[in-house]
């Protein structure tokens, strides 16, 4: 399967190939007709019809619309001159291949367009959608602005809506980075810039960071992934996952997958007076204490800590991963839960889940399979002679 990978270009109002010679000349060749000083004001309907040009001249293809089924969005990070810069990515598939979609998660198209994939991981992972963008000028306090708005449209061909709030959220943060400063008597408006915008990519980065886990639990991801880890089907996506019951009869259900190193996924509950569903995103990391911990931030704002750890020795180091879930510094259950491979990931010899869990809390991967009735790990048995012996100390 061919794959391509595009990126919005402002000043063309369009998408183009990444890393593509015929392009990268054309905008070169704009960019000399234009002048540096107008290239960095970006957008102007001039500076497109020039670019535009240019990419024609050149060879080079540029799209206003990419179309596919939305399999993958997530978080990427890239190096440039010793600094790390985090992207956007969207995969979407069809028939003529795979379209990777990179954005700076910085720019207002990345942030416009993860209000929508918030909807349509939701209600459209999988299914097919088209991705734009437009360019529209407008004026703010006597000054002329041009806003990069993101369009996302549904299988019905209908606009997909933005999820409501995260740019008041993003908001509220740049507020409450902004104010230790502000108090001090700070006043420089390009640090304080500057922390807007960092604050802002910070934010949305995490919003983003969570549409993988959610489109894996309902069965979605690229065909590159599923046949790399050997699903063949989609919905059973190989996992390791958990069932935790809290006190109050909730159940508090954990899936999580490898992905660069690290174990990513959701937890998932019930709300027992609506019957709807909530799932929040986690990323393990060590907790210092030989173990590994998560916060998973559910939509209403609520807060809960996961933890994995290695469960009481017992006889023969037949150690399993137990699970806990806390809200604040209570544990939500009694008992804790145990972590288990599930049917599709059981069927993978040498699972990177496994070799996380081996190396982050030193059980045995193969702990991580049900083992069946009857025929748990058992002690060897006793030489006649112990047997003996112990039968005379009786």
Same mark, same amino acid.
């Given at each position: 399967?061919?794959?391509?990978?595009?990126?919005?270009?402002?000043?063309?109002?369009?998408?183009?190939?990444?890393? &593509?010679?015929?392009?990268?000349?054309?905008?070169?060749?704009?960019?000399?007709?234009?002048?540096? #000083?107008?290239?960095?004001? +970006?957008?102007?309907?001039?500076?497109?019809? !020039?670019?535009? &040009?240019? $990419?024609?001249?050149?060879?080079?293809?540029?799209?206003?619309?990419?179309?596919?089924?939305?399999?993958?969005?997530?978080?990427?990070?890239?190096?440039?001159? %010793?600094?790390?810069?985090?992207?956007?990515?969207?995969? $979407?598939?069809?028939?003529?291949?795979?379209?990777?979609?990179?954005?700076?998660?910085?720019?207002?198209?990345?942030?416009?367009?993860?209000?929508?994939?918030?909807?349509?991981?939701?209600?459209?992972? %999988?299914?097919?959608?088209?991705? *734009?963008?437009?360019?529209?000028?407008?004026?703010?306090?006597?000054?002329?602005?041009?806003?990069?708005?993101?369009?996302?449209? +549904?299988?019905?061909?209908?606009? !997909?809506?933005?999820?409501?709030?995260?740019?008041?959220?993003?908001?509220?943060?740049?507020?409450?980075?902004?104010?230790?400063?502000?108090?001090?008597?700070?006043?420089?408006?390009?640090? $304080?810039?500057?922390? @807007? @915008?960092?604050?802002?990519?910070?934010?949305?980065?995490?919003?983003?960071?969570?549409?993988?886990?959610?489109?894996?639990?309902?069965?979605?991801?690229?065909?590159?992934? #599923?046949?790399?880890? %050997?699903?063949?089907?989609?919905?059973?996506?190989?996992?390791?996952?958990?069932?935790?019951?809290?006190?109050?009869?909730?159940?508090?259900?954990?899936?999580?997958?490898?992905? &660069? *190193?690290?174990?990513? +996924?959701?937890?998932?509950?019930? &709300?027992?007076?609506?019957?709807?569903?909530?799932?929040?995103?986690?990323?393990?990391?060590?907790?210092?204490?030989? %173990?590994?911990?998560?916060?998973?931030?559910?939509?209403?704002?609520?807060?809960?800590?996961?933890?994995?750890?290695?469960?009481?020795?017992?006889?023969?180091?037949?150690?399993?991963?137990?699970?806990?879930?806390?809200? +604040?510094?209570?544990?939500?259950?009694?008992? /804790?839960?145990?972590?288990? #491979?599930?049917?599709?990931?059981?069927?993978? /010899?040498?699972?990177?889940?496994?070799?996380?869990?081996?190396?982050? $809390?030193?059980?045995?991967?193969?702990?991580?399979?049900?083992?069946?009735?009857?025929?748990?790990?058992?002690?060897? #048995?006793?030489?006649?002679?112990?047997?003996?012996?112990? *039968?005379?100390?009786?």
């Amino acid at each position: 399967m061919a794959t391509r990978m595009m990126q919005r270009n402002n000043l063309a109002d369009a998408f183009v190939l990444v890393n &593509d010679e015929q392009t990268n000349a054309a905008l070169k060749a704009a960019r000399e007709q234009i002048g540096d #000083a107008e290239w960095k004001k +970006g957008y102007s309907p001039e500076n497109k019809a !020039v670019v535009r &040009d240019a $990419l024609k001249e050149h060879g080079a293809r540029y799209e206003q619309t990419l179309k596919g089924n939305l399999v993958g969005a997530e978080v990427a990070e890239t190096q440039a001159n %010793g600094e790390t810069f985090r992207k956007l990515r969207v995969t $979407l598939e069809n028939e003529a291949g795979r379209t990777i979609l990179s954005a700076d998660m910085n720019s207002e198209f990345a942030q416009r367009l993860i209000t929508k994939l918030d909807t349509a991981t939701r209600e459209h992972a %999988g299914a097919e959608v088209s991705i *734009g963008a437009f360019a529209k000028e407008t004026e703010r306090d006597g000054r002329a602005f041009v806003d990069h708005v993101a369009t996302m449209k +549904g299988p019905d061909g209908q606009e !997909v809506p933005a999820t409501p709030g995260h740019f008041e959220k993003a908001k509220e943060r740049v507020i409450a980075a902004q104010k230790p400063l502000l108090d001090a008597g700070m006043g420089d408006k390009k640090i $304080l810039n500057q922390i @807007a @915008a960092s604050t802002r990519e910070s934010y949305f980065a995490e919003v983003a960071a969570g549409f993988t886990g959610r489109m894996v639990e309902q069965g979605v991801a690229p065909k590159t992934v #599923a046949n790399e880890r %050997g699903a063949l089907q989609a919905a059973a996506f190989p996992a390791l996952e958990s069932g935790i019951r809290g006190r109050d009869g909730v159940w508090h259900n954990l899936s999580v997958y490898e992905k &660069d *190193g690290h174990l990513v +996924g959701t937890l998932q509950r019930r &709300d027992p007076e609506t019957g709807n569903y909530e799932k929040a995103p986690v990323v393990f990391e060590p907790d210092g204490k030989g %173990g590994l911990a998560a916060e998973a931030a559910y939509d209403g704002g609520e807060k809960l800590a996961v933890r994995l750890s290695r469960s009481e020795p017992t006889q023969g180091g037949f150690e399993k991963v137990d699970v806990r879930v806390f809200s +604040g510094d209570q544990q939500i259950h009694e008992h /804790p839960g145990r972590l288990r #491979a599930n049917e599709a990931l059981q069927k993978i /010899p040498d699972h990177r889940e496994g070799k996380v869990i081996g190396q982050a $809390l030193g059980v045995d991967p193969k702990m991580l399979n049900p083992l069946p009735p009857r025929q748990a790990y058992k002690a060897p #048995a006793r030489s006649p002679e112990k047997q003996h012996a112990q *039968g005379v100390q009786l």
